[in-house]
T-cell receptor, first 112, second 117 residues
Framework: GDSVTQMEGPVTLSEEAFLTINCTYT??????LFWYVQYPGEGLQLLLK?????DKGSNKGFEATYRKETTSFHLEKGSVQVSDSAVYFC???????????FGTGTQLKVEL | GAVVSQHPSWVICKSGTSVKIECRSL??????MFWYRQFPKQSLMLMAT?????????EQGVEKDKFLINHASLTLSTLTVTSAHPEDSSFYIC?????????????FGPGTRLLVL
């Protein structure tokens, strides 16, 4: 079945540091890939997505590139802020988006 | 942007009682809504897919008689936890797929925290 593997957290960074959160997947067919963010006490919000190989999703300074050859969708940001502290979930969907399969989430803590 | 609301945001109930959670798409129509359960520091686990006007599709291991889902309109789905027990305490999250939108994106509600005493 489909699965998503994320690096374990928590990841603790200083403000303005470079961020990478690794995500790899296994799926039948050609999935769409997503990153969702969950701020403390809130629901999940779509951060970015990519629907086909080599697509780059980007939003709020975050970006991720759909790499079919390595089955990866790593999340990156060049300079993190304290306000980026949250839990980040990588996810995929197949079959027209009827089901999302999530990774276990990676908690990011950004300190001054 | 697309907004999904949930009500209540948190609920405490006694063991053996039933609790209903509402999920509404506020500014779009959703033929399909999804119900997830999230345990502390864990990922979201899909419980069921709710389809407007038809029966919900439950994931393996989810008791359909315990978690009743009704999707009566294009903007409302409800999850009723029947005869709740302490092990049902969890964070329940719904999402909705915009029927008229680009297709795949799910918009999530803020979640409902259930505590069964």
């Amino acid at each position: 079945g489909d699965s998503v593997t994320q690096m374990e957290g928590p990841v603790t960074l200083s403000e303005e540091a470079f961020l990478t959160i690794n995500c790899t997947y296994t799926a039948t067919g050609y999935p769409s890939l997503f990153w969702y963010v969950q701020y403390p006490g809130e629901g999940l919000q779509l951060l970015l997505k990519a629907t086909k190989a080599d697509d780059k999703g980007s939003n709020k300074g975050f970006e991720a590139t759909y790499r079919k050859e390595t089955t990866s969708f790593h999340l990156e940001k060049g300079s993190v802020q304290v306000s980026d502290s949250a839990v980040y979930f990588c996810a995929l969907s197949t079959g027209g988006g009827n089901k999302l399969t999530f990774g276990t989430g990676t908690q990011l803590k950004v300190e001054l | 942007g697309a907004v999904v609301s949930q009500h209540p945001s948190w609920v405490i109930c006694k063991s053996g009682t039933s609790v209903k959670i509402e999920c509404r798409s506020l500014d779009f129509q959703a033929t399909t809504m999804f119900w997830y359960r999230q345990f502390p520091k864990q990922s979201l686990m899909l419980m069921a897919t709710s389809n407007e006007g038809s029966k919900a599709t439950y994931e393996q291991g989810v008791e359909k008689d315990k978690f009743l889902i009704n999707h009566a309109s294009l903007t409302l789905s409800t999850l009723t936890v029947t005869s709740a027990h302490p092990e049902d305490s969890s964070f329940y999250i719904c999402s909705a797929r915009d029927t008229g939108g680009a297709g795949e994106t799910q918009y999530f509600g803020p979640g409902t925290r259930l505590l069964v005493l």
